[in-house]
């Protein structure tokens, strides 16, 4: 089984940073690419970043040039800085981790979200 483990959430002004931590587990765990998602309230959910196992990333336009997706294949981890935030950026953010176990079938794994409050 794969737990995903998320921390750094919290309330911040706007222009103010944070940085969110996930920490993935597993017996035997591959890991291909690893994501932050979120979802705001009413609104559907979205990739914010993308890493991939070689390094290359991918931003969503809205976050382009504030936040930094960074990852530690060693420890199995993926960082997401985000500096320079927006009352927009409120959102529950999510991990995900495109994984498999052993030779088992490659799977999304979900982290179980961390609020993200940018208010004055």
């Known amino acids: 089984q794969v737990q995903l483990v998320e921390s750094g959430g919290g309330l911040v002004q706007p222009g103010g940073s944070l940085r969110l931590s996930c920490a993935a587990s597993g017996s035997s765990l591959s890991i291909n690419f690893m994501s932050w998602y979120r979802q705001a309230p009413g609104k559907q959910r979205e990739l914010v970043a993308v890493i991939y196992s070689g390094g290359a990333t991918n931003y969503a336009d809205s976050v382009k040039g504030r936040f930094t997706i960074s990852r530690d294949n060693a420890e199995s981890t993926v960082d997401l800085q985000m500096n320079s935030l927006k009352p927009e950026d409120t959102a529950v953010y999510y991990c995900?981790?495109?994984?498999?176990?052993?030779?088992?079938?490659?799977?999304?794994?979900w982290g179980q979200g961390t609020q993200v409050t940018v208010s004055s």
């Open positions: 995900n981790v495109y994984a498999r176990v052993v030779d088992g079938p490659w799977v999304d794994f």
